[in-house]
């Protein structure tokens, strides 16, 4: 089976299921990759749906702060 066939094989299914609508799409919570501003160490956040910043303590410093 060529690349070719594999892909239209995979779009023509994936159409099916999106017509049968046994495929739902969610909408969840995301999670945000953020650098401190203070010391630099990455921190791994969680936001609700919707939320434009999240306040949160940097897990090395303790410094509190505002995503962008």
């Known amino acids: ?4 066939s594999m892909r239209e094989e995979a779009d023509r299914l994936t159409r099916e299921a999106m017509a049968r ?3 739902v799409v969610k909408q969840g919570n995301t999670r945000i990759e953020a650098v401190c501003g203070k010391c630099g160490a ?3 956040l969680h936001a609700e ?3 434009r910043r999240v306040k949160f303590a940097c897990k090395e410093c ?5 995503t962008l």
Do not use: D, I, Y
Request: net charge positive.
């Open 1 to 4: 089976m060529s690349k070719q």
């Open 21 to 23: 609508k046994t495929v």
């Open 42 to 44: 990455p921190n791994r």
């Open 49 to 51: 749906k919707g939320a």
């Open 62 to 66: 303790g410094h509190k702060q505002e």
